[in-house]
């Protein structure tokens, strides 16, 4: 069985401030994504991330793929209380047909 | 709107109770994924659909949840005999591709509550 664990679990920080969220596996991952799901909402996808030591930034998010893809970041600069929300990643099983989610990080921005 | 929509968005069951979860997908996706997601806890799989057949139901937790989607559209998530432990929110996605774990679409939830 793949996992994933999410670090931390719980973040609470000042408008402004910059925060880094970890996803670690022992298992290789083909692929990882990060989603973001707010209270009463479904998760909604922010980024795929495909190649062992990649990088991509949305706006203010930056996400990085472990060089061996087992692992992965999300890292915010300036946070907003906008980007509070449970911050979830999630990976594809070997057979590619379901999904494993980490059990997320809760993040509160504070303006 | 083009969105997965799941209904009802809360339920209130007694223990024993049986209940009936739709999930309405993205018209034209082929995969179709039910989750279960605790409070505080990242969504766990349940069941997969491409187009009306179960692929995968593996992590469906017990013989009383039962799964459905005939048409290949619509799909229907059954709890039979419903007891306190099954308290959670479901969780429905859908995918285009038939390959069905890139780019998932979810749903609001339907939040059971089994008093």
């Known amino acids: 069985t793949q996992l994933l664990e999410q670090s931390p679990q719980f973040l609470s920080i000042q408008e402004g401030e910059n925060l880094t969220v970890y996803c670690n596996s022992s298992s290789v991952f083909s692929s990882l994504q990060w989603y973001r799901q707010e209270p009463g909402e479904g998760p909604v996808l922010l980024v795929t991330v495909v190649t062992g030591g990649e990088v991509k930034k949305l706006k203010r998010l930056t996400f990085q793929f472990g060089d061996a893809r087992k692992d992965s970041s999300l890292h915010i600069t300036a946070a907003q209380p906008g980007d509070t929300g449970l911050y979830l990643c999630a990976g594809p099983n070997n057979a590619g047909n379901m999904l494993t989610f980490g059990g997320g990080t809760r993040l509160m921005v504070k303006p | 709107g083009a969105g997965v929509s799941q209904s009802p968005r809360y339920k209130v069951a007694k223990r024993g109770q049986d209940v009936a979860l739709r999930c309405d997908p993205i018209s034209g996706h082929v995969s179709l994924f039910w989750y279960q997601q605790a409070l505080g806890q990242g969504p766990e799989f349940l069941t997969y659909?491409?187009?009306?057949?179960?692929?995968?139901k593996s992590g469906l937790p017990s013989d009383r949840f039962f799964a459905e989607r005939p048409e290949g559209s619509v799909s229907t998530l059954k709890i039979q005999r419903t007891q306190q432990e099954d308290s959670a929110v479901y969780l429905c996605?859908?995918?285009?591709?038939?390959?069905?774990?890139?780019?998932?679409?979810f749903g609001p939830g339907t939040r059971l509550t089994v008093t």
């Open positions: 996605a859908s995918s285009l591709l038939g390959t069905g774990a890139y780019e998932q679409y």
């Open positions: 659909f491409q187009n009306e057949a179960q692929l995968d």
